[in-house]
């Protein structure tokens, strides 16, 4: 009895054999721990590009020769001062000083006049400010000015003394009471009698307790007080 064989088993046979055999160098044959899928790995990428060259290094930095002059005054200020300075020479040195730079200054304070302006108005220049309109003439009014009317002042600062004949100092009470004695004294000196410890009143005293006393004058005060305070209450009503 004869063995069957598959077809397709004898054929996926064959290729695999044919595959071995292309891929497999000569000389190489397959351990146990070998297998096909280790056999048939994919191909590794391609390595990077190398990286590009590095900058250059900057050129040394050359420091230009400095002047002997300099030099000198740098080691002047570095060395520590072993004299005092000489006023005088420093204030010469200060007074000397150092001419400056010729400034060419834009000055727009000062209008420009072109030639063929000053030529149509007959070697003159005339601004806008000059032309003769309504406006220009108004601002000539505004800048001349205008003479005000005299104008009445209701100032209340001063106090208005019309009708007071004078004003009194008002009596201290020692002199009430030199007052009040005195007029005891006259009362007593008709009938001869001096009261003592009391001085007699001069007459020229006596005329001004008389014109003191006036009944008329005080009515006059009161009278004009009044007048004074009319005035006042007015004018707040007023305001």
Same mark, same amino acid.
């Given at each position: ?51 590009? #060259?590095?900058?250059? #290094? #900057? ?51 000062? #209008? ?128």
């Amino acid at each position: 009895m004869k063995n069957w064989r598959d077809p397709l088993h004898e054929r996926v046979k064959e290729n695999i054999d044919k595959t071995l055999a292309n891929e497999i160098p000569k000389g190489h044959t397959l351990t146990k721990n070998e297998s096909l899928r280790s056999l048939l790995k994919p191909t590794p990428p391609p390595m990077p590009p190398p990286l590009p #060259p590095k900058m250059p #290094p #900057p050129p040394e930095f050359k420091k230009s020769p400095l002047d002997p002059t300099k030099l000198k005054k740098i080691e002047s200020l570095r060395s520590r001062p072993r004299k005092r300075p000489d006023w005088s020479d420093m204030m010469k040195e200060v007074e000397q000083g150092r001419k400056l730079k010729h400034v060419v200054c834009n000055d727009r304070s000062s #209008p420009i006049i072109t030639r063929s302006a000053v030529v149509k108005n007959k070697g003159q220049f005339i601004f806008e400010s000059e032309k003769p309109n309504s406006h220009n003439e108004l601002l000539k009014e505004i800048s001349k000015g205008i003479r005000l009317k005299k104008v009445k002042c209701n100032d209340r600062s001063k106090p208005n003394l019309e009708g007071l004949r004078k004003f009194r100092r008002q009596m201290t009470i020692e002199e009430q009471v030199q007052k009040s004695m005195s007029q005891a004294n006259l009362a007593a000196s008709p009938s001869g009698i001096i009261v003592p410890g009391v001085t007699e009143v001069p007459a020229a005293e006596e005329e001004d307790i008389d014109e003191m006393d006036d009944i008329d004058k005080v009515r006059d005060d009161l009278q004009s007080t009044k007048q004074l305070l009319a005035i006042e209450l007015r004018n707040k009503e007023v305001q």
